[in-house]
């Protein structure tokens, strides 16, 4: 039987299967169709097709089928959202899924919008600030939950485009919006998150209950696209930690090649010099330090300062304005309180340009150092 297309309103999800996406749905058509010369008949759709929900206008492409117990359906091989007159739109908003949407808010925007509010607020959700009667706050949880939930069925009927099911493209979504969840945590200096953390990331970016994304993340751990270590001793106690898989390995590549420096047999200070740092009058180094530089350091900070001069290797580590910059200019102080000799290199370039930290370095170091402190 050639293929067809029909066109109309969901009156019904009759049985829906959330792993499979299999669906049952009546569909009131927006005109004939060959089946029958008569117009408006209920039809029966079935296919696995992304969850649908009453008062969507949806466009399929297909054929017809004769099931032996229910009689004729329409099996849908495609589908495409085609939401445009007004009981379907109102029906659609007021289904529950757009937070903050009651029947009367969805009578409000459909009277402000008329047939055109979907794709109004698919364009432009902050415009529901225009609707009258809204709150801002209202609106603003409008406009954000729409934009969820109508990013998320977007990339679930491009997936199924693909000839990818409804049940693998929810896993799709779910597993790709927790990797770019880990992944955003990343970029603001975060080497793993603990699990709750990245549940109430993930919830938030994909717009889905807590309980989604907790089987998400389980699923990934279980398939090793994410590390999960759990220990008493661990960086968060007995909380369950979740690294990308690269991270994971960066940090167990950066821990051997630390290692290995502290295993050297080469000393960072010559024997001299290295007397000497353990020589230091560190009180009344920290005084002058305050009295020249106007600069107090934490009992922290003058910590690290000692540890940097009588360690072979210290790692300084901490997030935005916690006193690393002033902490190394204490270590350079104090070296050349020694007249020791030093490289200054920053991978990034950003703390060893002119005029900043290399400043400081003695000019028969700079001919030595690496690309990022040469010309200070």
Known sequence: MPKETIEGVVED?????????YTVLSLHPNGKHTLTDQIDDEVVVVGKLVELQPGETVRFTGTWTVHKD???QFRAEAMHLVTTTSDSVQRYLANGLIDGVSKQTAKQILDHFGANAMEVLDNSPSRINEVPGLTAKRAKQIANSWADQRRSRKVMLFLQN???TAGLAHKIYEASGTLFALSQLSMDGHIYAPRPTLVEKTSEILGVPAELAESAIT????TQQLISLKHKNGPSGNIEILYLPAMYQNEIDVSEKLRAMVNAKTSALKSGKAKKAKDIDWPAFFEKMARTSKVTLTEQQQDAVRAALNNKLVVLTGGPGTGKTTTLRAVIGALDSIKAEYVLASPT???????????SARSDDRKNAPDAC???
């Open 13 to 21: 999800i009759i049985f829906y299967n959330a792993e499979s996406g």
């Open 162 to 164: 693909y000839g990818i």
């Open 219 to 222: 699923k990934l751990a279980k």
């Open 374 to 376: 040469r010309g200070c």
């Open 349 to 359: 370039g950003l703390h060893a340009g002119p005029g900043t930290l290399c400043a």
């Open 70 to 72: 229910y009689g004729q």
